[in-house]
């Protein structure tokens, strides 16, 4: 059983960066690729973005390439999501999950551990 508690979450102008970290415990850290979602008020949770077990591997949706990035330290059992040129309308819960799969996924369905989430707001 994989444990993930993120951090990091907070209230931020538009434009603005937070840096979101994850850490993990529990289980074989490096038998996860491991992935970021979010979910905004009355709506489904969605991808935002998801590394290989190596770290070597990245996957991003479309909305974020170029703003955020994805990275993870083994050594640590951590991963984080730095975000840039933050949107009012990526305010949401962000959450961190964990999947026992050897591919890149952004199916929600792809991933069996989920952290409890934290919130990031940001304003106009």
Do not use: H
Not at 77 to 88: G, T, V
Not at 90 to 110: D, I
């Amino acid at each position: 059983q994989v444990q993930l508690v993120e951090s990091g979450g907070g209230s931020v102008q538009a434009g603005g960066s937070l840096r979101l970290s994850c850490a993990a415990s529990g289980g074989t850290f490096t038998s996860y690729s491991m992935g970021w979602f979010r979910q905004a008020p009355g709506k489904e949770r969605e991808f935002v973005a998801a590394i290989s077990w190596s770290g070597e591997r990245t996957y991003y949706a479309d909305s974020v390439k170029g703003r955020f990035t994805i990275s993870r330290d083994n050594a640590k059992n951590m991963i984080y999501l730095q975000m840039n040129s933050l949107k009012p309308e990526e305010t949401a819960v962000y959450y961190c999950t964990a999947a026992a799969v050897p591919y890149l996924s952004g199916s929600r369905y792809s991933y069996d551990y989920w952290g409890q989430g934290t919130q990031v707001t940001v304003s106009s």
